[in-house]
């Protein structure tokens, strides 16, 4: 029955969805972190998606890998703070806040769709399952 | 005789068998609205119909056979007495699949056009549910013929 199939598809892109909102919330959550002890910032992270082919010519989705943006960390002028470096600049994570909030509205939007879709799924497998009957 | 009664059930059997298929292939694309490189599919649901119901063009157009001896296939199950045998309309043939041509293709090189994507998914829902009213009405008939009331 192939409409089963759906729930493992939709679901599929559910996880990767919900992976990449969670990838989304710790850029967001670290976009002002600055240097640590090491001397690293936070770096920015990204999920690669990539088509896992079921068996039956279905097509689902996986996160393949995680990326980190290469982007140069930010430095921002500011004296007074307590880990400002010689010249007065702090170095903060290479985020794009507005680029990761696009991302999230992205990301849940697409999660959305695929519930809607697994929500039609189920309603046609209920209507399948009433057959010859009433 | 009993051939056709279920002549039309089986029809709209494959028809709903076929739905389910493109309902998942959509679902797929859908899925991977996201991915990058992703191409979008579907494949041509009447001639993946035609196909699986031996190219007979409604329930009704059965041909009489010559002799009433001669093992017909009239089903999709069926297993021919000779040729080749079919493959059944719950698997599409991997070379029936096409890849949907972009109206907007994207820098990333997924094809996937969600709006399209969607409203095919519900048209698809749509004409699923009316082969199951279909085979539904079929069944309510037949058995109200055999009860006679």
Known sequence: MSMMKIFNISGSAISAQSQRLNVVASNMANAESLAGPDGQTYKSRQVVFQTEPTKDGGAGVKVSSIIEDKTPAKRVYEPGHPMADGEGFITQSNVNVVEEMVNMMSASRSYQNNIEVMNTARQLLQKTLQLGQS | ?149
């Open chain 2, 1 to 149: 005789m009993p051939a056709r009664l279920t002549e039309s059930i089986d029809f709209h059997g494959s028809a709903l068998m076929l739905r389910a298929e493109r309902q998942k292939v959509l679902a797929g694309n859908i899925a991977n609205a996201d991915t990058p490189g992703f191409a979008a599919r579907d494949f041509d649901f009447k001639a993946a119909l035609a196909d699986a119901t031996g190219a007979q063009s409604g329930p009704a157009m059965a041909k009489p056979s010559a002799s009433a001896f001669v093992v017909s296939t009239t089903h999709i199950g069926h297993v021919a007495g000779s040729g080749s045998g079919d493959t059944g309309a719950s698997r599409i043939d991997s070379t029936a699949m096409k890849y949907r041509n972009a109206e907007q293709p994207s820098l990333d090189g997924n094809t996937v056009d969600l709006d399209r994507e969607r409203a095919n998914f519900a048209d698809n829902a749509l004409r699923y549910e009316a082969a199951l009213r279909f085979i539904n009405g079929s069944v309510r008939n037949m058995l109200s013929a055999i009860r006679g009331d």
